[in-house]
């Protein structure tokens, strides 16, 4: 892009086919700007982000908030290398503090005053440092790009019981390489492919992944002289079954956008392919962006053109500053 200054606001729901008002919400807002050194392509970048999402009937609410800082010079003409860091807080705690255990279900029905037998006297965690590295290549003749970046690098623990010597659950890191590279130009028309692949542990016997490849196609509309776009994406989410061990596709993702002079409106579907589709009657929920550009002249960034850059498609596709 071309723009000195952004602003990003991202809402979505989860899982409403089935847990009705008690889904998944994500919140999402993000600043970045950059400051542009001597030669062209070199520059600071720097930014912030909150996100805050809030779950179930007792509303488990997660808190982020993350300051980003980057630097991007290029190696010749046509490539340039960008490396990053993000440095935050994360905090989990509940909103609605009225558990019911088994053991407080009698004949005659629920009874508080009953022993349940938990020692549950936390309801928030602590608020844990959290630390996130990137690094990215980006050729501007071929129109390629590819990165890696490995978040929760320090494992902050996350523990409503506190952490003792026998109680140490310590986050997972999470690797993500994505890469994004242009397919064919055909007149207004662009045609590009990417494909974020994330991995993270959750167990010493467990290892998660998941690869989201996608297609998007890219329409200039407007005037010559402008930058107007529109775009329709078409992907998909390719994961693993637990249960079966067997390579699965998990959902079909759908966005578009719209970018004009100076926002841009993006939407976000996930349909429903796993083992609880049927439940769910195929829904997951929409994802609504939108995202302002402040101040926007020619400056020294060259980048590749991000087809889709508001949509997340869930909220940890978006945690990486380019």
């Excluded at 600043?31 to 809030?54: A, I, N, P, R, W």
């Excluded at 690869?211 to 002289?225: F, M």
């Excluded at 508001?310 to 500053?321: A, D, L």
Aim: with cysteine; charged share 20%; glycine share 6%.
């Amino acid at each position: 892009t071309k723009d000195k200054h952004r602003l990003s606001f991202k809402y979505k729901e989860q899982w409403n086919g089935i847990l009705k008002s008690n889904d998944y919400k994500t919140a999402f807002f993000s600043y970045d700007s950059q400051k542009c050194l001597g030669q062209t392509g070199e520059y600071f970048g720097y930014g912030m982000s909150l996100l805050g999402d809030e779950a179930g009937t007792h509303n488990l609410r997660t808190f982020s908030g993350n300051l980003s800082l980057a630097y991007r010079r290029p190696i010749n003409r046509n490539n340039f290398i960008a490396g990053g860091v993000q440095v935050g807080v994360l905090q989990s705690y509940f909103g609605n503090k009225d558990f019911r255990f088994d053991t407080q279900f009698g004949s005659s029905g629920f009874n508080p005053s009953a022993n349940n037998f938990e020692n549950f006297e936390r309801f928030s965690t602590d608020p844990m440092l959290d630390i996130s590295l990137g690094t990215d290549y980006y050729n501007s003749n071929h129109d390629f790009q590819i990165g890696i970046a490995a978040f929760h690098i320090n494992r902050p623990s996350i523990s409503f019981l506190g952490v003792t010597r026998d109680n140490d659950p310590r986050v997972e890191t999470r690797w993500v390489i994505h890469s994004d590279f242009k397919i064919k130009n055909i007149r207004k028309n662009q045609f590009r492919f990417r494909f974020p692949f994330m991995l993270q542990k959750f167990n010493p016997n467990i290892l998660y992944w998941q690869l989201l490849p996608s297609l998007v196609w890219n329409r200039k509309i407007g005037l010559r002289n402008t930058n107007n776009t529109a775009s329709i994406s078409i992907g998909s989410r390719i994961t693993k079954d637990a249960p079966k061990q067997t390579i699965i596709v998990d959902s079909a993702i759908l966005s578009a956008e719209v970018t004009m002079n100076f926002f841009a409106v993006g939407i976000t579907y996930e349909i429903n392919l796993s083992t609880s589709a049927r439940a769910s009657n195929f829904r997951t929920g929409p994802e609504l962006s939108l995202l302002f550009f402040i101040d926007k002249k020619n400056t020294c960034v060259v980048c590749p053109t991000m087809a889709n850059p508001v949509s997340s498609k869930s909220k940890y596709y978006n945690n990486y500053n380019y």
